[in-house]
């Protein structure tokens, strides 16, 4: 890249080629305002507010989209361009219903506050008071019309990070309106994804999403606080904003990160609604069909009580949630396998991170790191989902997927037993029952040598052929048979464009804190299906449902100890004692994410009361069993599928040793 | 090969076809049939011959015999009469004047003789559904010449040395748009014909590609091979039906023959073209709003660069030329860039189709050799104004031009030319406009047109000639203010400088240009309340002269507000009150009693 010398406002900036005025007067710290630019969305040049003056042209550019030239001489704040700017904004002042007074993002708005900022007292049209309408149709975002500018931020970021491209304009001139589907009211919309990601964007009052729209503007809030979302294991990062103790609003950290800055719907709405639910503030102990206060030593004795005789029965199990941090996850199994000697232990997705686990084995062997960034998708150019349903396993890697078909134009390759996950955007669609599955992956990877290949699979065939990087989702259904993550993981070795962090695979792993998990608290076979327990150990976030396995499990062990931050049903049936412990905003630790960094997760809200942290009801609880909380043995994360091997080493194995 | 004796010429351009030109073609072919007269005539359907105003048109070769208003009711007499006694009928040929009465031949028309017709060539000459008709006269010679004998980089120099400029409206040179599209690197590149032809009364585009659709298609495919492209798309309004199915069958032959698809004339030249039908917006005639449109997107124009040469449809290196501009191209390599560039003027050559409407006596298509005056379109060509009333303004360039006056009539048209005068060559579209006519009437309908077709993205074009037109509602509503001038004009000048593409860009050029050459009419509207030209009716109050009406009632019975009073044979009076000025007593009156002012 060429360094471009140019001068802006008399300062002599530095930028390279392709660079546009307005990066490069950014990085030299001088302002230009702007309005429909967005950071990571295509620039589009349509508000005309960064409109700059280049000496010698009587042209106006806008700053967003003109590229820099060597010596050009640009001015940013002359009179003209100050005129032009506040028209702009009378303009568009005056055609919609922008009464601030009445506006819930008044504070927040930036129309608002280009207007402050260009004196902008009056207007000099008369306000249209046109009747635009209010979408209140769906439950979760509202669309008043009125107030949009049509900045087409919404339809960029809707398009281009999410992929699903339900927001677009419709009709022409004045009437101009964004619209959902074709024409539909967005709460109609069949391809809204409900992330939210549209009002995130927003710079005005146009779309609001009704959860937060009144718990506090951006400006109102006490505290904002960079974090991940710990929902799914893509690991969003967020910032969430907290007033008067509550998360308030969560928001996507920067459109211009990979992820384009986007929430799926449960992150955007999960996340800032539990700080809400109800909480377990105190050590409680069953009493009949009710429970009752106790203190956390009396709540510890019991659990010790209890304990004792089972561990000695070999009759005691423990659960833990993998949606916990590293941190977390270390000191769980310091207290059950290495202080305890328990051999009992499983996380809930335990079954299907062991097939996971059991199908990447061979290639684990050979030093190979099995998958590689979700985010890579984005850099595929074709894509073979199999048997998985994305947006509901880890919605942000769908949208990946999404973009990278629609905008990115890679081909797009179906195989599953059920509906289709992308129906309408898929190159090749392939249905076939689990028994099939197998001799389908062969087919593919051999390419069609071993003998006829039926007519549909040869669509997928030249796809596959065609792709100079090609990737594969593993759906988490495909656990089950571990047979065929490996089919799955040769296909992708056959295919022969791995990324350098690993095989061009993304497995849709189901909790969160899966891969750190893996070390230390899952177990070695499925012990929660077998027989009976005395006593049983569950350590839940809280966060997600537990599944009817554990539910089952919980229901036959004799005595059930839970540790949960919020009352969650049918969770609380089951125990008889429950603990309380901090919830996701009152802690902070690490997650191994699916995009293959280990990302940090931080304290929003500061815990109150009666709370006390893993680490201490574990020490605790070991001092009531006569034990002394041991160093864990096994870090998370630590030596789980780091690459020994470059990924293009990677060798096909036969599947007969797989079970 | 069968030999006629005589060709009869009808006109299937859609005008004529409206007029009812398919019936006079088949009687014709009956009424020879029944004289056993067809193995000896032959009937042709062809394109536009530009007149459209006296259309169905008839010519009849080898004699060139012009008949105009053909009606299926007359074919029996022609044949009768011109066909089989050789007596040409005088009734249905063109009326003259008074030394010429009548003109029987095509040529001695004076709207044909100053004309040179170049895009036009086959426009009214041949069949558009038969390529060998269009072979025959030298189509594809020049595809030919292009690809046995010249490299890419000689069809661009002999495309510079031309001098021919972008048709579409801009007028940027043809050449160097090549140039750019041929040095822009990329395995893949397109070529697109602009069919989108939106301006309100311009159909120039629309008569090539009826009349002469394979000169497009051979046009696209020189460009192509001196570009590098292999691949081609037409966008045409879905509005233009006959078009598309001329365009389809041209495709369809060219295909057979081998003159489209791979290895064209034996060459590794290949090239293959896909109609694509637009869904009627405006905007989507700019460039980037085009190729928008083609790859499925909303048609919505984006800033540039990158430049379509770089980076276009599909992010591909594509250039883009307007029907007109790529009709010229065969023409020019077989006739040589020396020929072409010797018409026109400095620094605009060859010649320029103009769609000639309005107040004129002759409305159609013309096409003109550049530096020819406004003059001697309007007044040789067009017949001068309409009922001869006076000559007030002519209005170039379609919703984005400007309007001219009396005293530009003797200006040389060209590019650089109306652009000094505040039009814009623009697609060709020509308005000619009488006494009748209000400029702040034609300002706010070019606006109410522009504002509607505006594709909403910037705030300048959007709301800017909302706001606009809001202002010359007022004014012609009778409520203006002084200050609303200032107001208009200021934002008008800032529309047309800050909005994204060229429709926001060149949309207040007709309020800008009114108000420059018509600012008494604006001052009469907000300060008299008045409007001069008797148009805008909220400003107009219809009379009846006592002294001249004879009470014969018409008027009071053909009033739909029944605000007319009078008893029979007395004067009668209008109610201004009550009078919804629609003017049918004006139009009922035996003589002439009513007046508006």
């Known amino acids: 890249m060429s360094e471009i010398t140019l001068v802006i406002d008399g300062v ?45 042209s009587n042209k106006l550019l806008t700053a967003c989209t003109s590229p820099v030239t060597e010596g050009m001489k640009i001015l940013t704040k002359t009179d003209r361009l100050i005129q032009y700017r506040r028209q702009i904004l009378e303009l568009l002042f005056a055609g919609r219903n922008h009464f601030c007074m009445f506006c819930s993002q008044s504070g927040d708005c930036e129309l608002q506050r280009l207007a402050i900022e260009h004196g902008m007292d009056s207007v000099r049209y008369p306000f249209l008071y046109s009747d635009f309408h209010n979408d209140a149709s769906d439950p979760n975002i509202q669309v008043d019309h009125n107030r949009c500018i049509l900045c087409l931020r919404c339809i960029r970021v809707c398009s281009e990070k999410v992929g699903a491209h339900t927001l677009d304009l419709e009709k022409r001139g004045w009437g101009t309106t964004v619209t959902a589907d074709l ?19 927003c710079p005005t009052g146009t779309i609001t999403l009704r959860d937060f729209v009144y718990r506090g503007r951006r400006t109102d809030c006490d505290s904002q606080v960079e974090t991940l979302c ?67 030593d009396e709540a510890l004795s019991l659990v010790a009580e209890k304990m004792t005789p089972a561990l000695e029965s070999g009759k005691a199990g423990a659960l833990i949630s993998e949606i916990s941090t590293d941190e977390e996850l270390a000191v ?57 349903d994305p947006q509901e396993e880890a919605p942000v890697v769908a949208s990946y997927i999404r973009v990278s078909t629609i905008i990115g134009r890679a081909k797009l390759v179906n195989v599953s037993s059920g509906k289709n996950p992308f129906e309408g955007i898929t190159d090749a669609d392939l249905r076939v029952s689990g028994k099939e599955m197998k001799a389908l992956l062969v087919a593919l990877r051999e390419g069609g040598a071993g003998g006829a290949v039926p007519e549909n699979v040869k669509g997928a065939l ?58 230390t608290v899952t177990g070695g076979k499925d012990w929660l299906s077998e027989g009976d327990l005395d006593f049983l150990y569950v350590h839940s976030t809280g966060m997600v449902d537990e599944d009817t396995h554990s ?20 969770l609380v049936q089951m125990a008889d004692v429950l603990l309380p412990v901090p919830a996701w905003f009152e802690r902070s630790g690490h997650y191994c994410t699916l995009e293959g960094d280990r990302r940090k997760m931080n304290v929003v809200v500061p815990p109150q009361g009666n709370l006390k942290g893993l680490g201490v009801i574990m020490k605790e609880l070991a001092a009531k069993l006569g034990r002394t909380l041991q160093e864990a043995s096994t870090a998370p994360c630590e030596n789980v599928y780091v690459a020994k091997a470059a990924p293009d080493k990677a060798q096909i194995v036969t599947t007969k040793e797989v079970r | 090969m069968q030999i006629y004796r005589s060709h009869i010429l009808v006109c299937g351009g859609t005008g004529c076809v409206s007029g009812g030109s398919k019936d006079v073609i088949d009687e014709f072919q009956k009424e020879l049939e029944r004289r056993k007269l067809d193995k000896e005539v032959l009937v042709v359907h062809t394109g536009c011959h530009g007149m459209c105003e006296l259309g169905p048109i008839v010519v009849v070769y080898p004699e060139g015999t012009f008949y105009c208003r053909v009606q299926k ?62 072979i025959a006269r030298r189509g594809y010679e020049g595809l030919g010449k292009v690809l046995s004998g010249m490299t890419p980089a000689q069809v661009i120099d002999e495309m510079k040395a031309s001098g021919l400029r972008g048709r579409g409206g801009a007028g940027f040179p043809t050449g160097l748009k090549w140039s750019f599209c041929a040095a822009s690197k990329g395995d893949k590149k397109y070529v697109i014909c602009n069919a989108d032809e939106g301006d309100p009364g311009a159909f120039m585009d629309r008569s090539i590609l009826e009349g002469d659709p394979h000169c497009v298609i051979e046009g696209m495919m020189i460009g192509a091979y001196a570009m590098g492209a292999d691949e081609g798309y037409i966008y045409c309004r879905a509005e233009y039906p006959l078009a598309i199915q001329r365009l389809k069958t041209a495709i369809a032959q060219a295909e057979e023959y081998g003159l489209l698809g791979q290895n064209i004339m034996g060459t590794d030249f290949s090239f293959t073209v896909h109609i694509k039908e637009g869904a009627g917006a405006f905007v989507c005639g700019e460039e980037t709003a085009l190729m928008a449109s083609i790859e499925g997107r909303r048609g919505m124009p984006r800033p540039r660069p990158p430049f379509p040469a770089n980076s276009g449809l599909w992010e591909k290196p594509s250039n883009i030329n307007n029907v007109e501009t790529w009709a010229n191209v065969p023409r020019i390599m077989v006739n040589g860039a020396e020929w072409y560039s010797s018409m026109g003027t400095d620094k605009s050559k060859g010649t320029k189709v103009f769609a000639l409407t309005g107040k004129v006596k002759h409305t159609g298509l013309v096409e003109v050799p550049m530096g020819i005056t406004l003059r001697e379109i309007i007044f040789d060509i067009g017949g001068g104004i309409l009922d001869d009333k006076k000559f007030k303004a002519v209005q170039i360039g379609g919703p984005s031009g400007g309007c001219l006056t009396e005293d530009h009539l003797d200006a040389k048209v060209s590019y650089e030319s109306l652009t000094a005068l505040g039009a814009i060559m623009g697609s060709g579209g020509l308005v000619v406009m ?40 007022r004014i012609t509503a009778g409520e203006g203010k002084m200050e609303d001038l200032d107001t208009l004009e200021q934002l008008a000048l800032m529309v047309r400088t800050g909005s994204l593409c060229g429709l926001g860009q060149t949309a207040p050029n007709p309020v800008l240009t009114t108000l420059k050459y018509f600012r008494d009419e604006y001052v009469a509207h907000i300060k008299d309340k008045k409007c001069p030209a008797g148009a805008c009716t909220a400003l107009v109050k219809y009379s009846i002269d006592p002294a001249v009406c004879i009470g014969c009632t018409k008027c009071a019975r053909n009033c739909p507000a029944s605000c007319i009073a009078g008893e029979v044979k007395k004067p009668h009076v209008i109610d201004s009150e009550k009078c919804i000025r629609c003017g049918n007593c004006k139009e009922v009156c035996p003589v002439g009693a009513v007046s508006v002012e």
Not at chain 1, 468 to 487: F, Q, R
Not at chain 1, 494 to 504: E, N, R, T, Y
Not at chain 1, 551 to 570: G, I, K, S, W
């Open chain 1, 551 to 570: 539910l089952n499990a919980m229901t036959r062990a004799r005595f059930v100890v839970v540790q949960t931050p919020f009352m969650v049903h049918p």
């Open chain 1, 230 to 296: 710990p929902l799914c294991p893509v690991g969003c990062k967020i910032k969430a904003y907290v007033r008067t103790g509550s998360v308030v609003r969560v928001e996507g950290l920067s459109t211009a990160s990979a992820d384009g800055g986007q929430l799926c719907s449960k992150g955007r709405w999960w996340l800032p609604s539990s700080t809400e639910r109800e909480r377990l503030a105190v050590p409680m102990i069953r009493e009949g069909s009710s429970f009752r206060e106790a203190s956390w």
């Open chain 1, 332 to 388: 769980m199994s310091s207290f059950f396998r290495d202080t305890m000697k328990m051999d009992k232990v499983d996380g809930f997705y335990g079954n299907q991170l062991r097939g996971f686990v059991e199908g990447f084995k061979p290639f684990a062997r050979q030093g190979v790191r099995p998958f590689t960034g979700a985010h890579h998708i984005l850099e595929s150019d074709a894509i073979l989902v199999l048997d998985a």
């Open chain 1, 12 to 56: 002599e900036c530095k930028g390279s080629q392709g660079d546009t005025i307005l990066q490069v007067a950014r990085a030299n710290d001088v302002y230009i305002p702007t309005l429909c630019f967005m950071d990571g969305l295509t620039p589009i040049g349509s508000c005309r507010m960064c409109v700059v003056e280049a000496e010698g």
């Open chain 1, 462 to 519: 030249e796809i596959l052929k065609g792709a100079k990087k090609p990737i594969v989702v593993l759906g988490s259904n495909l656990a089950k048979t571990p047979e065929l993550v490996t089919e799955a993981l040769n296909l992708a070795v056959a295919c022969g464009a791995p990324f350098d962090d690993g095989l061009a695979v993304v497995p849709m792993f189901l909790a969160s804190n899966s891969l750190g998990a893996l070390n």
């Open chain 1, 183 to 201: 024409g539909q009211q967005l709460g109609k919309s069949e391809t809204c994804v409900t992330c939210g990601a549209c009002a995130q964007v």
């Open chain 2, 434 to 473: 009488d006494e009748t006519t209000c400029m702040v009437d034609v300002a706010k309908f070019f606006l109410t047109f522009v504002q509607k077709e505006s594709c909403g993205k910037c705030p300048f074009c959007r709301i800017g000639t909302k706001r606009m037109l809001e202002i010359l509602e």
């Open chain 2, 73 to 134: 009711t007359d074919v029996a007499e022609l044949v009768e009469e011109h066909i089989y006694k050789g007596r040409p009928v005088s009734r249905l040929m063109y009326a003259g004047s008074e030394e010429m009465p009548v003109v029987p031949h095509y040529k001695e028309i004076p709207f044909y003789s100053k004309q040179e017709r170049i895009a036009l060539a086959n426009c009214g000459y041949i069949n558009p559904d038969n390529i060998d008709e269009y």
